[in-house]
């Protein structure tokens, strides 16, 4: 019986020791990170106030097209855009070159920038995790 609690003790401790490894994602830090990136890499085209230039390019400023599904917006950093796309009633047709050089953790952290910033808001974090599955799926 003795031994039966001296497993249960080392797996406890096993288990708890694992789980300090676990680390939690802090959206806020994310959003800090973003607002440089976005700035290195966005900021040209889409603007410092996020409201890009009417005809040419589309704001992400209150931005219905922020609320696309997360996998989406992903591949259009990580591919780019071409073709006609419609943003807040107003179509744009020009060509936003793919991001791909950006690492999981910046093309996350830009997303939770942008999709928190100029009157958007979204409690739903993009993560690195779900920026490298995206990557994957559209190399194989």
Sequence with gaps: M?????????????LLGASSFVQTFN???S?????????ANCQN??????KGLTGAF???????????PAGELIAYVLKGQTGEIKVNGT?????????DYLTDEQIA???NYVR??????????????MVAKKRTELTN
């Excluded at 085209?45 to 996020?50: P, T, Y």
Aim: aromatic share 10%; glycine share 4%.
């Design 2 to 14: 003795k031994k039966k609690y001296q497993v249960m003790l080392v797996l406890a401790l096993f």
């Design 27 to 29: 959206l806020a830090k």
């Design 31 to 39: 959003i800090a990170r973003g607002k440089e990136v976005y700035t």
């Design 45 to 50: 085209c889409h603007m410092v106030d996020g």
């Design 58 to 68: 589309p704001p992400l400023a209150k931005s219905e097209y922020l609320a696309k």
């Design 91 to 99: 179509v744009y047709n020009a060509v936003m070159p793919a991001l």
């Design 109 to 111: 952290d830009i997303y």
């Design 116 to 129: 928190n910033s100029w009157g958007n808001k979204s409690a739903v974090a993009i993560t690195p995790v």
